[in-house]
């Protein structure tokens, strides 16, 4: 039962965004603890340089806390973010 962090790009052409919603609503379904990011405007490859910066810190405080028990980033409070 490890939490998930799990991101997705509005305009991805290879996946689309409404499956993401779907395994997003199954988790919470299950009471799975997991957090959503949703960047907007964003395709497959994250072009925008802000928002693959922003995942890539995203990412290591996520790893940071569940992995070396770092301190929980506000941000990690909610399941949805956009």
């Given at each position: 039962?490890p939490?998930?962090?799990?991101w997705?790009?509005?305009?991805?052409r290879?996946i689309?965004?409404l499956q993401?919603?779907e395994f997003y609503?199954a988790?919470?379904?299950?009471?799975k603890?997991?957090?959503l990011?949703?960047y907007?405007n964003?395709?497959h490859?994250?072009?925008?340089?802000?928002?693959?910066e922003?995942l890539?810190v995203?990412?290591l405080?996520?790893c940071?806390?569940?992995?070396?028990?770092?301190?929980?980033?506000?941000?990690?409070?909610?399941?949805?973010i956009?």
């Amino acid at each position: 039962n490890p939490p998930l962090l799990r991101w997705l790009a509005e305009h991805d052409r290879h996946i689309h965004s409404l499956q993401s919603m779907e395994f997003y609503l199954a988790l919470r379904r299950l009471n799975k603890e997991h957090t959503l990011l949703v960047y907007p405007n964003e395709g497959h490859e994250m072009a925008v340089k802000e928002n693959a910066e922003d995942l890539n810190v995203r990412i290591l405080q996520w790893c940071n806390h569940y992995l070396k028990n770092e301190k929980k980033q506000e941000w990690m409070n909610s399941d949805f973010i956009r």
